[in-house]
């Protein structure tokens, strides 16, 4: 049992005590502060250390040192301060938490061990005015997992009774906790043995669970929470209703967020500027603008004024759907009414822009922002040279990675990797691999797109011993490859004819459970077409049909090219009704593909037959189209001139 109460000083052999102000000298033996004068009712114990050995510690002794701020000598004693003298020392500070964080602080709160004595401390220092302490001991104590959430838990309730602390937030404290560090479970865990103990969360802890599971993508977490609260008669604040609001907008439950905003409202909570905004960029996110017009027009009726966020999520809404004309009037409208256009809007219209192609516009508005006194981000300039880089207009992208430098922003690893990317779209392996060297030299790690490029640009070169060096070397990393990097890879070997390469990274990708796709496959049997082995070709069709993936327009033009191009337009045409069976439409390719096949068997009539049903379709015929029938039609002539002689 716990000493409730020290009743009586025990003498030591090692110890002296104080009576008289004779002995006011040996106070600044463990202090350098002026000490007050003793009298017959105030005795403090001094260690005699003059043997140069530290005394038997004990709970008068441990308090002796805590009430004189002794701190050092509680630091040198520390591994001999058992839990149950900290617990005595606790409970004799429990009406002054700021004197018992001291002692733990200083104590070393790591070295308590015992998770009884360790809940003791968190519910004594949870009296404080500031939560942080008691928030960190309690963060301190999950991580180290030394207990679960039921013992922590159970061992709080104990404290706290034996403390006769009346109030439960120290158990609002360690679900305040638990979902700082996002242990969905725990929380859930922690909220019913409160409910079970009869106590009532705070509304706070409450949103506190409601925002995580938000944020974990866990609604239906979120929903049983908040029917829970219902039931348990916690009234909700406008910031419950903000977190339900936006989670029903994540959900695209967008009709039913406005029905809770009228259910907010029938409760007497008014909506503020989030409640509006949140739905408003729910709409906008959905491409709704007309019923983000509804609801602007809905907040503005009710006296709350549209802010640069509400504006943001109109003009990043219409970007999205390539309505860039009623995006800039926004921002002119936005302006007119004073407010003032974040970074982050003008990105998304320069992004809009650039999107579409549009370089004087998105410099334009680039302009404007520095006029307005905003500085460009990093994101400014990535989506400027990424859409210079898309334009071939390489030395301007060069200029603008200067101007980053000269206007100290720093590039980052966006920036690198558009620039390598798109050196390497261009072939300039050279400048990509030069670029790579001075990411790494500027301590910027290259990520999976840096590599899935470089490995891009050398297979093209007809590189691959350095591609595959360059993927072993990204393993050796300890990263791992997705399908893009895979598809690269396998895509050179192919082009380089070195099918078994690819099929065996086939297997690698098994083996690392990257699951392969239809471009995966598209691949293969390309490169099995090439070699003519158009039945390897199909039975690939086969078995990615009965790994779940679905063969594309591509697959079947792979396939019917190869038989063409053998002649073998028997099997050409089974396949291309087999693709029209399943709904897809014959392309130029597959056009282009049979009338190949037809004319170098010389049946020119059905080559011209299917070529007028190509025009009637909508499909213009290109070049390939009409250079088959020249080719035909050559060949036939040919035929007859050597039948006649």
Not at 407 to 425: A, E, F, H, M, Q
Not at 435 to 444: N, R
Request: charge should be positive; glycine fraction near 6%; proline fraction near 4%.
């Amino acid at each position: 049992m716990r000493t409730h109460k020290i009743s009586q000083v025990l003498e030591h052999p090692n110890l002296k005590t104080i009576i008289s102000t004779n002995q006011s000298k040996s106070c600044l033996l463990f202090s350098s502060t002026p000490q007050p004068r003793p009298t017959q009712q105030t005795q403090t114990f001094i260690p005699n250390t003059s043997g140069g050995n530290l005394p038997e510690i004990t709970s008068e002794l441990l308090n002796s040192y805590i009430h004189s701020s002794q701190w050092h000598f509680i630091k040198q004693q520390a591994p001999k301060i058992t839990p149950s003298l900290i617990t005595s020392a606790l409970l004799d500070l429990h009406k002054t938490p700021e004197l018992a964080i001291q002692f733990i602080n200083h104590l070393g709160f790591r070295r308590i061990r015992d998770i009884k004595t360790r809940c003791f401390a968190i519910a004594v220092i949870s009296r404080l005015s500031t939560s942080k302490p008691t928030l960190q001991l309690l963060k301190e104590t999950l991580n180290s997992g030394i207990a679960t959430i039921q013992v922590v838990f159970n061992e709080l309730a104990v404290a706290r009774d034996e403390l006769r602390i009346k109030s439960s937030t120290v158990f609002d404290f360690l679900l305040s906790v638990c979902c700082e560090l996002k242990r969905d479970v725990d929380a859930f865990k922690c909220f019913y043995m409160m409910k079970e103990k009869g106590f009532v969360p705070k509304i706070e802890s409450c949103n506190d669970m409601l925002s995580m599971f938000v944020k974990l993508n866990r609604p239906d977490k979120a929903w049983v929470l908040y029917a829970e609260m219902f039931r348990m008669r916690i009234k909700s604040s406008v910031y419950t209703f903000n977190i339900m609001i936006n989670l029903l907008c994540k959900e695209g439950k967008l009709q039913k967020a406005k029905d809770f905003l009228g259910f907010m409202e029938s409760l007497g909570i008014k909506p503020n500027i989030v409640t509006y905004n949140t739905i408003v960029h729910g709409y906008c996110l959905n491409g709704r603008i007309e019923g983000a017009r509804l609801v602007l027009n809905a907040m503005k009726s009710r006296g709350v004024q549209p802010d640069s966020y509400t504006y943001g999520s109109f003009v990043s809404g219409m970007c999205k759907e390539g309505r860039l004309e009623e995006a800039s009037r926004m921002l002119e409208q936005m302006k007119e009414n004073g407010l003032v256009p974040t970074a982050v809007t003008y990105n998304t219209l320069i992004d809009g822009y650039c999107n579409k192609g549009n370089l004087e516009m998105a410099f334009s508005f680039r302009d404007e922002m520095v006029k307005q006194g905003i500085m460009p981000t990093a994101s400014t300039y990535n989506l400027l040279i990424h859409e210079l880089l898309m334009e071939r207009k390489m030395v301007e992208a060069d200029d603008m990675l200067k101007e980053m430098g000269e206007k100290g922003i720093v590039p980052d690893s966006i920036t690198y990797n558009i620039l390598i990317n798109g050196y390497c779209r261009c072939g300039n392996a050279k400048k990509a691999f030069s670029l790579h060297d001075e990411m790494i030299h500027k301590g910027i790690q290259p990520t999976m797109l840096t590599y899935t490029s470089l490995i891009f640009v050398l297979s093209k070169q007809n590189r691959m011993i350095e591609a595959d060096q360059l993927f072993e070397n990204f393993l050796a990393k300890g990263m791992l490859p997705d399908i893009v990097m895979f598809n690269a890879l396998i895509d050179g070997h192919c082009a380089n004819g070195n099918i078994e390469r690819a099929f065996s990274l086939l297997k690698e990708m098994d083996r690392m459970k990257v699951h392969p796709d239809e471009v995966t496959y598209n691949t293969l049997m390309h490169g099995r077409c090439r070699q003519g082995k158009v039945e390897e070709a199909r039975r690939l069709l086969d078995q990615m049909k009965r790994r779940g993936i679905k063969p594309d327009h591509i697959s079947y033009n792979t396939l019917i090219s190869g038989y063409s191009k053998r002649g073998d337009m028997k099997d050409a045409f089974r396949v291309r009704d087999e693709m029209l069976s399943i709904g897809f439409n014959p392309t130029r390719l597959t056009y282009n593909a049979l009338i190949q096949g037809l004319c170098k068997n010389q049946e020119g009539d059905l080559a011209e037959e299917l070529l007028r049903e190509m025009v009637s379709k909508g499909i213009t015929p290109d070049d390939n189209t009409y250079f088959s029938l020249i080719e035909g039609i050559a060949s036939v002539d040919k035929a007859a001139e050597s039948s006649d002689s």
